[in-house]
């Protein structure tokens, strides 16, 4: 009797290898199939075997999202404020009785640039030395010219860089309100010369 308990179980134990055996080739067979229609098709399976890296994936996504739109609006804040915009705000006055906004007008200029379409190393000195050529570009000084740089941010006269003689090698900026395609003007400024 225990023979035949033992060979029943036996070919139940078979039978679900059999049965597993089999399963695993449909599986496989309808997977290949699979496979064969996304090749068709021109799609490439794409799985992923851990489930947290598609949970981890997701998680970065957003972070990145929340990231940038943090972003966005912080240098949207930060242009609105007028700090990116160049532009300096107006003085208020605290009048804790009031409240008035005075607004006094734009306040002292800090710096400027001045316009400069004469500037490069001096090649040659006319004999007058009041006419210099800078590449292509002959410039004669009159007493007409001005030397230096003016204005209320100016420095003062002894701490910049101009001379009122020319020689060759120095560095000369200026500016003429003359055509410098012409190839001959004449210096309305000098500013500097050194």
Known sequence: MKKSSYKSAMSKLKTSEDFQERTLERLNLERHKQIDNDKRNGAIPMKTANPAVKKNKVVIWATSIAACAVLTLSIYAVNQNGS?????????????????????????????????????????????GQSFRIGELWVTVTENTTYGITGPTAPDPSEQLVSKEFKVGNTVSGFTSGDVTSGKVTADVIYNNF
Do not use: F, Y
């Open 84 to 128: 990116g915009s160049g532009t300096v705000p107006d003085p208020v006055t605290n009048n804790p009785s009031g409240g008035v906004v005075e607004n006094n007008g734009p306040g002292p200029a800090t710096s400027a640039k001045h316009r400069v379409n004469i500037d490069g190393v001096i090649d040659e000195v006319g004999v007058d």
